[in-house]
């Protein structure tokens, strides 16, 4: 379940051994599961929609467990690039998953984690990516590689995410046209990321919030952050989680839905 228990302990002239259990907990695992479970429940409610029915009850939750998806999909990403630093410095973890990796870089990995200096040197020139998430991600990858991060569509998706999660932290009510084109909370970039929620597409809302909270949105946020995941352990050389039985999130046409990984290939 992603726990390791050490035993802590000291020996005295005047006493027998004792050992005190101390327990690490990897908790990215529960955010990624937490983000799929809401996306399946977004996935159910959808697929039983009849074309003209009353946006109800069921659009009320369908909205309710995007929103859970989206969250839990970036705490899977920041839980998992904070997990990668601390567990560097871990014996255990050094010997079998960062084995690869020279002691001078393993160094500078918990230097740099040790000053939380996350926004000089990795911004690069692009002022698009702006989230201390991401910069840690690319801050670990130049110390590995000893080369910048490719700055492409898959940062960018991650960035535009991570931005849907802050408005809805962080959400401000406002006036908005029906349709707009500027949208005024910042998600125009994800029109076209995913399918509309079946109960407004066909409305004269705005994108933000009713169309874009749905089951393509939850979907597609796992997945990205999935999909991300991944490809990092994997170019900077680090195994950390073995991805073999987690499952993946898979993506259909546009016009339909985003299809969740099978439960019971995750929940093991």
């Given at each position: 379940?992603?726990?390791?228990?050490?035993?802590?302990?000291?020996?005295?002239?005047?006493?027998?051994?004792?050992?005190k259990p101390s327990v690490f907990t990897r908790y990215s695992i529960q955010h990624k599961r937490c983000a799929i479970l809401f996306s399946k429940e977004c996935e159910e409610i959808e697929k039983k929609y009849i074309e003209g029915s009353p946006a109800g009850e069921e659009f009320i939750s369908d909205q309710a467990y995007a929103i859970g998806a989206v969250v839990t999909s970036v705490a899977y990403l920041e839980a998992t690039i904070n997990e990668f630093f601390i567990m560097a410095g871990m014996d255990s973890f050094r010997k079998e998953s960062f084995n690869a990796i020279p002691d001078e870089t393993i160094q500078k990995l918990l230097t740099k984690w040790g000053k939380g200096d996350w926004k000089k040197g990795e911004k690069g020139n692009d002022s698009e990516i702006t989230s201390k998430i991401l910069y840690k991600y690319m801050a670990a990858f130049r110390i590995i590689k000893d080369t910048g991060m490719d700055i492409n569509e898959d940062l960018y998706d991650l960035q535009h995410l991570i931005d849907l999660r802050n408005e809805l932290i962080h959400y401000k009510p406002q006036w908005q046209p029906s349709e707009d084109p500027q949208n005024s909370y910042k998600a125009e970039k994800l029109k076209g990321k995913f399918p509309e929620n079946v109960f407004m597409k066909s409305t004269g809302d705005a994108f933000f919030p009713k169309k874009c909270l749905g089951a393509g949105c939850a979907a597609w946020s796992i997945r990205r952050s999935e999909e991300f995941i991944r490809h990092f352990y994997s170019s900077v050389g680090v195994s950390i989680y073995d991805f073999s039985d987690l499952g993946r999130t898979k993506m259909t046409e546009p016009s339909e839905?985003?299809?969740?990984?099978k439960l019971e290939n995750i929940l093991d």
């Open positions: 379940m992603g726990n390791i228990v050490y035993l802590k302990g000291s020996v005295s002239a005047k006493s027998s051994a004792t050992a839905y985003c299809i969740t990984p």
